[in-house]
């Protein structure tokens, strides 16, 4: 795996691109306070833990498209694309939650589609859920995920064990892509899509529970849900 050092002097050139060189110089600072408050390692760092610690620093400087293409480009130079990476290195917060297994999949483009549904496959079947909900959950994750390519390029999926209030898959599909200005009209399922069938979304929210779609226009967007096996 490479080093923290390595990976600041890839991302550098790219976050000055967007951000500025004083910016930039201050998100690099951001990444390694944050792995340090952590307790992890900055002899190894993984790609995907580098974005997603640069992440909350990058929002609050580089905005809209912006940080979709400046996000896509950071993917690119440290090569993240479709990496797993266990949720326990990706979010500190979930440090707490041993018993549960989850992890991110970092989304850049087509061939992350096939990463995405293996590993969500790969969880039904520790999970023992029998084929017709492993296919149920694989199609909800896989129309996520295909939106993230489709519209926002990039984005992460995220897949967690829950078992409160009941065992299932907590799934969180986020991208920092254009937003969904017309959510309201897909969701009231008067929408006529140019691009697809129209389905992903509503189809989303009738298997998923606790189904919630937030998106800001020009920032992007992120739908959550928990699916359970019947
Ligand atoms: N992550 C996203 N970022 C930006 N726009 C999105 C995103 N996801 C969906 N959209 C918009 O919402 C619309 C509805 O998405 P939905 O997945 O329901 O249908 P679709 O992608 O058009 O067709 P399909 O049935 O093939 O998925 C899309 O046409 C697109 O305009
Ligand atoms: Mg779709």
């Known amino acids: 795996m490479p080093s923290l050092a390595d990976l600041s002097e890839k991302a550098l050139p790219v976050l000055e691109q967007f951000a500025g ?11 390694w306070n944050s792995r340090v408050a952590a307790g992890k390692s900055v002899a190894d760092c993984s790609a995907g833990d580098f974005i ?4 909350p620093a990058l929002r609050s400087y580089v905005k809209g498209n912006a940080l979709a293409n ?20 990706f979010d500190a917060r979930a440090a707490g939650a041993a018993d549960e297994r989850a992890l991110t999949i970092v989304i850049n483009g087509e061939a992350d ?5 293996r590993e969500t496959r790969g969880l039904c079947s520790r999970l023992a859920y029998n084929p017709t909900d492993t296919v149920r959950c694989c199609t909800v994750v896989s129309e996520l ?18 078992s409160q209030p009941a065992r299932g898959i907590g799934i969180v599909a986020m991208d920092s892509g254009p937003g969904i200005p017309n959510l309201e009209a897909i969701l009231a399922g008067g929408y006529v ?38």
């Open 21 to 31: 060189r004083m910016l930039a110089v201050a998100i690099r600072t951001s990444v």
């Open 52 to 55: 997603a610690a640069a992440l």
């Open 70 to 89: 400046c996000q896509r480009e950071l993917s690119l130079a440290l090569e993240a694309g479709g990496e797993v990476i266990p949720a326990e290195r």
């Open 113 to 117: 589609l096939v990463r995405v549904r």
């Open 145 to 162: 995920a295909r939106n993230i390519v489709q519209y926002a390029f990039n984005g992460t999926i995220e897949l967690r064990e829950v």
């Open 193 to 230: 899509s140019k691009t697809g069938m129209g389905r992903g979304l509503i189809g989303s929210r009738a298997i998923l529970e606790q189904f919630e779609a937030t998106t800001r226009v020009g920032e992007g967007t992120t739908v959550r849900g928990i699916f359970r096996a019947r």
